[in-house]
């Protein structure tokens, strides 16, 4: 249920990558029964968010996830800084939560305390014992420009580019929820 008074927030899952080590699409990977994108998503969904975007991957498969839409990245092979500008950029609301499709233990709560740590900080990520730039809460109006001159003069390092921006970080209470899964033996770690 979402928490009263959270500002509203697109969610938004980078589904675009490579996923050269899993050897597969990761957002089709099933997790306990599920595809990781798809649980990404319903994280997203109970945390309150108004819209949920899939950004990237195969546009067609995609919404039968959970998502709302599912946009093509406008800087395909580019990194997650193209797939964070492209959720910026298509976003309904002006915080967009931004999420890795890799993360299947992602929580609701950790969603929300996100949003709520945004305050007037242009961007808020999760803090394990260093910066998760891939579960953070942005304001699409503040970041998108730098971001977007970030990228134009060659960055494409999502943590490099937060060093542009006035970041709040927020301690996650479980930072396993925070764990990727890049490889087939890291399902089962």
């Given at each position: 249920?979402?928490?009263?008074?959270?500002l509203p927030f697109t969610?938004?899952?980078?589904?675009?990558?490579?996923?050269?080590?899993?050897g597969t699409d990761k957002a089709f990977v099933e997790v306990r029964g599920r595809p990781m994108a798809g649980r990404v998503?319903?994280?997203l969904r109970a945390a309150g968010a108004v819209e949920v975007?899939?950004?990237g991957g195969d546009l067609e498969r995609l919404p039968s996830l959970g998502f709302d839409r599912a946009v093509s990245d406008r800087h395909p092979g580019e990194g997650p800084l193209g797939g964070v500008l492209t959720a910026l950029a298509a976003a309904g609301h002006e915080v967009v939560v931004v999420l890795?499709?890799?993360?299947?233990?992602?929580?609701?709560?950790?969603?929300?305390?996100?949003?709520?740590?945004?305050?007037?900080?242009?961007?808020?990520?999760?803090?394990t014992d260093r910066r998760e730039p891939l579960h953070g809460a942005w304001r699409a109006s503040r970041c998108l420009p730098v971001l977007v001159e970030a990228f134009e003069?060659?960055?494409?390092?999502?943590?490099?580019?937060?060093?542009?921006?006035?970041?709040?970080e927020v301690?996650?209470?479980?930072?396993?929820?925070?764990?990727?899964?890049?490889r087939p033996a890291d399902l089962h770690g």
């Amino acid at each position: 249920m979402p928490e009263a008074g959270l500002l509203p927030f697109t969610g938004a899952v980078l589904t675009g990558g490579r996923s050269t080590r899993m050897g597969t699409d990761k957002a089709f990977v099933e997790v306990r029964g599920r595809p990781m994108a798809g649980r990404v998503a319903a994280a997203l969904r109970a945390a309150g968010a108004v819209e949920v975007l899939a950004v990237g991957g195969d546009l067609e498969r995609l919404p039968s996830l959970g998502f709302d839409r599912a946009v093509s990245d406008r800087h395909p092979g580019e990194g997650p800084l193209g797939g964070v500008l492209t959720a910026l950029a298509a976003a309904g609301h002006e915080v967009v939560v931004v999420l890795a499709c890799d993360v299947p233990a992602a929580r609701a709560e950790s969603v929300v305390a996100i949003v709520q740590g945004l305050g007037d900080h242009d961007v808020a990520v999760a803090m394990t014992d260093r910066r998760e730039p891939l579960h953070g809460a942005w304001r699409a109006s503040r970041c998108l420009p730098v971001l977007v001159e970030a990228f134009e003069r060659g960055e494409r390092a999502v943590h490099r580019a937060l060093a542009l921006l006035d970041v709040g970080e927020v301690a996650v209470a479980d930072p396993s929820t925070l764990r990727s899964v890049n490889r087939p033996a890291d399902l089962h770690g």
